[in-house]
């Protein structure tokens, strides 16, 4: 089915969107003629639901327009301890800067095995690794550490979704914020049902699921095959990034940080 209940096709639209700065009845008009559908309303209606206002933004328009006015409705999450929104999080971290995270877990056949995926925004650079001991918070906020332990004087922001899973959250912004920041926070919890605010994720983790398909039990693949499905897809040329590949556009920043710093 080739329409809007397929998450795929709604973050294609916002994806021009946001890309190409279309209008929404442009986004639909293009989408439907390659087989896709999705009305412009409903473009709208997820514009409007994204209180970051970044989706807005990319109107020509800028929204001013809105009839249909929302409620605010931020998330109100009762199993993740001094939960951080998304809302508070910097308007710097609009996915051009370098060093915004996106953090999410995909899961195996009958949520049998879990790997922790992380993106950085700017260049679409993916870390993955196993869970050996599934989804349970402190193991993956170790692995989380470790796997951006050697950025971490980069690291700006990480967001992710309200999973009981990330919350240890608060372990991963002490390892990795600044040494003497009074009250460290990396972390920043996306809206219920909003996947879209943390996009990136989501789109590296459908590129991932090429490789590791969702029926797929995980302990058919070893750790080096999950590594080279990183690897693959941090080698692969972007068009975002004039066709060159996520690996060289993360180190050249890096290289960049080390030099200013």
Request: glycine share 4%; net charge positive.
């Amino acid at each position: 089915a080739n329409h809007a209940k397929d998450p795929a096709i709604v973050w294609e639209a916002l994806d021009l969107l946001k890309e190409e700065d279309w209008s929404p009845e442009q986004i639909s008009a293009d989408m439907k003629c390659r087989g896709k559908f999705i009305s412009h309303e409903l473009i709208y209606r997820h514009i409007r639901a994204d209180e970051s206002g970044e989706l807005a933004a990319h109107c020509r328009h800028k929204m001013k327009y809105n009839r249909h006015g929302r409620p605010n409705r931020t998330t109100k999450v009762k199993n993740i301890p001094e939960r951080v929104s998304i809302h508070e999080r910097p308007a710097e971290a609009d996915g051009k800067r370098f060093g915004d995270w996106e953090m999410d877990t995909i899961v195996g056949k009958d949520g049998k095995g879990a790997i922790v995926t992380l993106t950085e925004r700017s260049t679409n650079m993916v870390l993955m690794e196993r869970l050996p001991q599934g989804k349970h918070p402190e193991p993956l906020a170790k692995v989380v550490i470790r796997l951006l332990f050697p950025y971490r004087k980069t690291i700006r922001s990480i967001t992710t979704d309200n999973g009981s899973e990330f919350c240890a959250h608060k372990m991963i912004s002490k390892a990795l914020a600044p040494k003497g920041t009074k009250k460290p926070n990396l972390v920043f919890f996306a809206d219920s049902y909003s996947s879209w605010q943390k996009g990136s994720i989501e789109n590296a983790n459908k590129l991932i699921r090429q490789y590791i398909p969702k029926k797929s039990n995980f302990n058919d693949f070893t750790d080096l095959y999950i590594k080279n499905v990183a690897k693959k897809l941090n080698l692969r040329p972007r068009k975002k990034l004039g066709f060159s590949n996520p690996k060289t556009e993360f180190f050249k920043q890096i290289a960049n940080f080390a030099l200013a710093s």
